[in-house]
């Protein structure tokens, strides 16, 4: 979680207006606001936000990563992503956050083989809770990645979704984004497979909503 500092220095539309969608082979964003959460998330902005007046370099923030690699068995096809496609996520993530000021260094990673975690986790289900309860690290200022399948229940079909920042008061432990491990960059899922899942996540994480947010009927 990063204070609202972020708006004054990070436009949405270079981080959450590039499509996620493709009509070769759909898949979405599964972060979702409600209403009540949208009040919370404006009054948590309206507590942290900064002075306009403040520097560039006052506002830049170095963010941890922890990256939690969930597989059903140790092949990459059953998510056992390598090393060096972390890397290369994260080298994605500070290409497009340069301009915000914000730094992201992976902070450690951890690979757990837990068939139900990567097959059903997804946003409510049980298998997250466990997952998340078992595995996050850090404080308010780290962001856990959770890399799973999205295979079946509530997350069958989702590219990836995050908590936002006014979330993590309520429910420490569920903070952090889950994504679908073949999305990060050199991945196998076609059309999504340069990084920017997790890009468009941490931008909920920090934070912003959908460009189409109050708006736009259309999800795109």
């Known amino acids: 979680m990063l204070l609202s500092f972020v708006f004054a220095a990070l436009s949405a539309s270079s981080v959450l207006a590039t499509p996620l969608l493709n009509v070769t082979a759909p898949r979405a964003c599964g972060t979702v606001i409600s ?3 949208i009040i919370e998330a404006e009054a948590h902005f309206q507590a942290n936000k900064v002075s306009p007046n403040s520097t560039f370099g006052a506002l830049a923030a170095t963010v941890p990563i922890y ?4 597989s059903s068995g140790s092949a990459v096809s059953q998510g056992n992503i390598p090393d060096s496609q972390i890397a290369s996520q994260i080298t994605v993530m500070n290409r497009a956050y340069a301009s915000a000021g914000i730094t992201w260094t992976l902070a450690g990673t951890t690979r757990t083989t837990n068939a139900n975690w990567f097959n059903t986790a997804g946003p409510g289900a049980s298998a997250q809770t466990s997952m998340k309860s078992s595995l996050r690290q850090g404080g308010a200022n780290a962001l856990n990645v959770y890399t ?3 295979n079946s229940g509530a997350g069958a079909g989702l590219l990836g979704y995050s908590t936002f920042p006014s979330d ?3 429910n420490p432990t569920d903070d952090g984004v889950v994504m679908l491990f073949s999305s990060v ?5 076609t059309n999504y497979n340069l990084g920017q899942t997790l890009t468009h996540e941490a931008g909920h994480w920090v934070g912003l909503y959908h460009t189409f947010q109050g708006g736009c009927s259309s999800q795109w």
Do not use: L, N
């Open 148 to 150: 799973v399948g999205f």
């Open 185 to 189: 960059p050199g991945g196998t899922t």
């Open 67 to 70: 990256f939690h690699v969930i």
């Open 168 to 170: 993590y008061s309520r």
């Open 35 to 37: 209403q009540e959460k």
